[in-house]
């Protein structure tokens, strides 16, 4: 498996999250989210810190096989200082041959014949020894070579095989707790002819969704129809998302000339703030929260101490809000006393690809009624709703405070 196959699969053993992982080494979801793509490498600091944090050892990350228990421990920091050493050695040892080989010739010329055979056999056994360390630096030297070669192989690969992919839903959350969603794939590059594979993994359940390209450009698999549009986009239906479950999404490209490629896309927590927005009031004018019963021309109206409202709606990435108002009810009634329909300029995206803040700016202010409404006697309340270009409305009550 790859560096980034091995890093998923160790994160996933140990049963937490991207965001965690990432939060606990100290970098982005997104540099983490790449190193398991296999479209980026993580440094030698970055690797040691995952290995440590995932309680596994840097070797097991890298695909290495184990060491000979009998052999000492070598870490990539001793081994790249190994590697150094080796080259200075060799330089030391071309510097040193001819006063070596000229010490060597001075003291058996200086001592007996068998004093010079001990040392002679001395002088064997440490070439014999530098012999065996030269040997065993080079092969560690192409074995980590060939792993460097493998890894960035892997990263070309993967940055030559998906250039986008997303997912949204088909309709609103079912009865079961699960949504029909729709995953996309966009290639990098398309090759014609190629047979394409999602692969759907929940637990230990894994759903493959093979598919073959026909005259008009749709790709079927069982009961699930990908089409692929003018924009080059693949896109899968019929899939659907269960709350509360995580989903490993990965695509196969199976190419006409015999080679396959994969590619690990994400792995999707389906959350509830996934499916629904946020409604949140923002205090921009003072106490928005307050209303008052005032005496005017002997009819009591009830006013707000603050007209103008603003509210904040944290709603998933794919989500179209159509409309954002606020009603002011009044205990008992069948109607809203007031309406304010509300204006947004445009969004921000937050560092999750799945979640977009807006900001909601209106008022209850109507000329009509600048004295204030009829008040019925009892209390008063705000009922915030939120609806998107499918229909779906979702609304929260705030509670309002007598002055």
Known sequence: MTLGQNIQTARKAKGISQETLAEKIGVSRQALGKWEKDTALPGVDNLQALAQELGVSVDALLGCAAPDTAAPAVTLNALRDLLDARDAEACRRRRGAWLAAAAAAAVLLAV???MAARLQTRLDGLAGQYGYLSSELSRT?????ARMQELQNAVRQGES???DWGWHPLASLQDDGTMPVEVYVKPRTEQQGAAVTLCVTNGSDTALY???????GVYTARDTVFTL??????KAQELAFALGQDYALSVQWSNPDGTTVNENLDTVSFTKDMVEPEIL???SYGSSDKYRVETVGGEKLLTLAVYPITLEVCAPGWMQIDAVEAQLWQDGADEPTALAVLQSESGTATDSSWTVYTEWNGTFYNEDTAEGWAYLGGGAHYTLCVRDADGNEWTREVPLFRE
């Open 112 to 114: 007996g014949g068998g």
């Open 161 to 163: 095989t998906v250039l």
């Open 141 to 145: 030297n192409n074995d980590l070579s």
């Open 281 to 283: 009031m923002v205090e």
């Open 210 to 216: 093979a598919m073959q390209r026909g005259q008009d």
């Open 229 to 234: 549009g003018q924009d080059g986009v693949y």
